[in-house]
């Protein structure tokens, strides 16, 4: 029994999420496809002015490469979730990012405003969806502990990003028109491509590493005889390599869920779709609104144009910050609520700042609203993963997001026709707050009610997911059930003969010579079986799940 403490140490830790390591790594990725997802259809808006002379077209007209882009980027959820689920990240990652370098290049050599829609706009949306949902999916997987710090600095691209690619559209504009900035827009999001290249896959390595170390510990059980063992190991990999060939080949292969449907039995998956709809119907109003506003009540132009960077600024510092928060011991299990309670934070202060009439209670409401919108940006996701968990969120995000495409669509043209109509933008930002406040309290009070049935079974593993948990302490929760039922003689057996027969032939012909050189070897007490070698394949999936 003493025997076997190696081998129950080294392979429930091969497979956990490293939290850290290559991960951070990762985390860049995602910080580079986060800030390019989200800030490149704003950043685009400053080439609409060369557009609309040289199209001849409207304002809203050329506002609709924006409008495509993100309606392709939450649109097209399921799709990315279903070629992640086919293929893997990286590969779709990589197609992703060509994609939207290619659509950005082709429209710098576009003729028509049509031509723009289907190139810079449903090709590059296309793309940099490709890439966002995979980049939050091999972020999950790489990150469980430290996941709502690396959600948060990730989700710091945003600000970061739109800081950025604004000021350099000008630049580029002014230098080489807005073909040339097309173009050059288009080279640089060809590091799509290489943040797609550095998400390794996280299973495929571990799982080898762990059969190679769990046959050499069975080889020198058995062989303690130094030189000898290797070929003895050789022989274990080739006769193990065949068997799983021929089971693959004698089981029919299973097929495999595209798209999981069955998280909307998890009614912690439904209330979040709910909140989250609502909450999108009126998050992106104000910042939308913010300059006409200002422009209405007085403000010149530079300095209206200055209260978004205000919001970009605070956005930096508040999301990194949250997740900080969010990762704490004692706030972890309370995500759901501290997600809540930022949703309530940013409905309110567009209430209590639709009186604002001079640029002083503006700039306050844009440092509220940046802290606010900051916490809503780096937990939105978080609270997603530790809600379904990270084996249904690529499922679960495509999902989502097409749920919020229907919202962004839904909110901000008709905030945009009531201005039309009531000329109060008062009544807007009073209906926005009001519709974000409306979903913190649906997401709190419903998680509230969900907690408290969770609690009254006896079991604790079928309480519902909205409490954050991580999936690490439920992956060692599911080794310890597997590793209890390998105190049964039948897997202990099972484990010994296979070991023994596998490698049968390889162990009588190193025994025969060690016999004829005067050492007697027990190959049958050698192969005593231990606990750790019991069933490893099944141990691996436990975790891996």
Request: aromatic share 10%; with cysteine; charged share 15%.
């Amino acid at each position: 029994m003493g025997r076997s403490d190696p081998e129950e140490v080294q392979l429930p830790a091969i497979v956990k999420p490293p939290d850290g390591g290559w991960g951070w790594i990762v985390l860049l990725g995602c910080f580079v496809i986060t800030g390019f997802s989200y800030a490149f259809p704003k950043a685009v808006s400053v080439y609409f002015k060369e557009l609309m002379h040289d199209f001849h077209v409207g304002y809203s007209d050329t506002a609709w490469i924006s409008s495509i882009m993100l309606a392709m980027l939450y649109g097209t959820g399921p799709v990315s979730s279903i070629m992640v689920n086919q293929f893997g990240c990286r590969p779709v990652m990589l197609v992703g990012g060509l994609l939207a370098s290619a659509g950005m290049i082709l429209a710098s050599f576009t003729t028509t405003i049509i031509e723009l829609y289907l190139t810079a706009g449903m090709l590059t949306g296309l793309g940099m969806a490709l890439n966002f949902q995979p980049s939050l999916i091999m972020l999950g997987t790489y990150f469980d502990k430290r996941r709502p710090l690396a959600n948060g600095l990730a989700a710091a691209g945003s600000p970061v990003f739109l800081s950025a690619l604004s000021p350099l559209g000008q630049v580029l504009l002014e230098k080489f028109g807005w073909r040339g900035g097309f173009l050059i827009m288009g080279g640089l999001l060809l590091n799509c491509c290489t943040c797609g290249a550095v998400m390794r896959p996280l299973e495929a390595g571990m799982k080898q590493k762990m059969e190679r170390v769990q046959d050499k510990y069975e080889a020198k059980e058995m062989l303690p005889m130094g030189e000898k063992a290797e070929e003895v190991i050789n022989t274990i990999d080739g006769a193990k390599q065949s068997k799983r060939k021929t089971k693959k080949q004698q089981q029919p292969r299973k097929g495999k869920k595209l798209l999981d449907f069955s998280i909307f039995s998890n009614r912690g998956f439904v209330i979040y779709s709910i909140a989250k709809f609502i909450m999108v119907l009126g998050l992106f109003v104000p910042p939308i609104l913010l300059v006409n506003y200002a422009k209405d009540t007085g403000v010149p132009d530079t300095e209206a144009a200055f209260l978004l960077s205000i919001i970009g600024f605070i956005d930096i510092f508040a999301r990194p910050s949250c997740g900080v928060l969010a990762g704490l011991k004692w706030m972890r299990p309370h995500v759901a609520y501290l997600f809540s309670f930022a949703m309530l934070f940013n409905g309110l202060t567009d209430i209590f700042s639709a009186r604002a009439s001079n640029y002083t209670a503006l700039v306050i409401f844009c440092i509220f609203f940046g802290i606010s919108y900051g916490m809503v940006g780096a937990l939105q996701f978080e609270v997603l993963m530790a809600i379904v968990g990270s084996q249904k969120f690529p499922s679960a995000i495509g999902l989502v997001l097409l749920i919020e495409a229907c919202a962004v669509l839904i909110g901000p043209p008709s905030a945009g026709r009531l201005v039309d109509a009531f000329k109060n933008y008062a009544v807007i930002f009073y209906l926005a707050g009001s519709e974000v406040v409306l979903s913190s309290l649906f997401l709190g009070m419903a998680t509230y009610c969900c907690l408290n049935q969770g609690k009254k079974p006896p079991q604790p593993e079928k309480s519902p997911s909205v409490r954050g948990g991580s999936d690490t302490e439920e992956a060692e929760s599911d080794v310890q059930e597997v590793e209890d039922h390998t105190g049964d003689n039948h897997h202990l057996s099972d484990s010994t003969n296979s070991a023994v027969v596998i490698d049968s032939d390889a162990v009588n012909h190193v025994a025969e010579d060690h016999s004829a050189d005067g050492v007697e070897q027990p190959v049958g007490e050698g192969a005593a079986p231990t606990p750790g070698d019991c069933d490893s394949g099944q141990t691996v999936e436990k975790e891996s799940f």
